[in-house]
């Protein structure tokens, strides 16, 4: 089968590519050809063999991730030729075998979620959501199975795929339009899509962050950005702490709202 590969690295995250690319090739889906589309401003990595570069500029946080889905869009036909689409997170690493498993079939919607692995077996008011009404990305409380998917990887059958791209793409666009953001960007989208649906559900295995401690063999590992590519990657510098707690707090309450809301 053929399998599309969506991968974004604008900026100084093109420091990922090469361990990226060199992990896929040794674990991930071995069986089966690969092609890999870069989205990328970086004049090192070459449109080559089963890599295709499409130039991305750097739009600056979180544009650059809340788009994504738009990006994604504008190679739409060529997508259509594969078996498989599946998009991972710049530093991502694969260590172990990732094979035939991760394949969604029509009992599964032809989707594949990632469960987040800061969210595993936690009471559901801790989740995330954008609580929002006037968000398109909005997920209700009394949405039945409700869990909580990472961002950093999501795929499935082509034309299923490409049916959950072509609808976040559209709800993050409304939701421009109108002067929000969902909370947590293309992920709230994702999340919301996902709500209520049946899907193949992949455990933290495959989303493991590095050097954490969970009960999982790590299949594919999140590399720490800060300790691969330095400060620049740490978006919550020491000087944060009481920022942090002020968040936790929000979170917290606006979630025991939310949760009792139902």
């Known amino acids: 089968m053929k399998i599309a590969i969506l991968y974004i690295c604008t900026g100084k995250y093109s420091v990922f590519w090469n361990n990226f690319y060199k992990s896929s090739e040794r674990f991930l889906l071995t069986e089966h050809e690969k092609h890999y589309f870069v989205f990328t401003d970086s004049a090192e990595i ?13 739009r600056g946080f979180p544009l650059d991730s809340l788009l ?23 530093n991502i690493q694969f260590v172990s075998p990732v094979g035939n498993e991760i394949f969604p079939d029509e009992s599964h919607g032809g989707i594949a979620g990632f469960l987040h692995p800061g969210y595993y077996k936690k009471r559901v008011f801790w989740y995330p959501y954008e609580r929002r009404k006037k968000s398109t990305a909005y997920v209700a409380s009394h949405t039945k199975n409700l869990k909580y998917y990472m961002g950093a990887a999501n795929g499935g059958k082509s034309q299923e795929y490409l049916n959950l791209i072509e609808t976040c793409c559209k709800n993050t666009q409304l939701d421009l339009q109108r002067g929000i953001m969902a909370i947590y960007h293309d992920e709230s989208h994702l999340n919301k899509y996902l709500a209520g649906r049946q899907f193949l559900e992949l455990s933290p295995a495959y989303l493991y962050p590095e050097d954490s401690k969970l009960d999982f063999d790590p299949k594919i590992l999140i590399l720490n950005k800060v300790k691969h590519g330095g400060k620049y990657f740490d978006k919550l510098p020491n000087t944060a702490y009481y920022r942090r707690a002020e ?6 309450f606006s979630g025991i709202f939310w949760y009792l809301g139902r």
């Open 46 to 58: 070459a449109t080559t063999g089963r890599i295709h570069t499409i130039f991305q500029s750097k």
């Open 68 to 90: 994504r889905f738009e990006m994604f869009l504008t190679i739409r036909d060529e997508l259509k030729s594969f078996d498989y689409i599946y998009f991972f997170n710049s």
């Open 247 to 252: 968040l936790f707090a929000k979170r917290f």
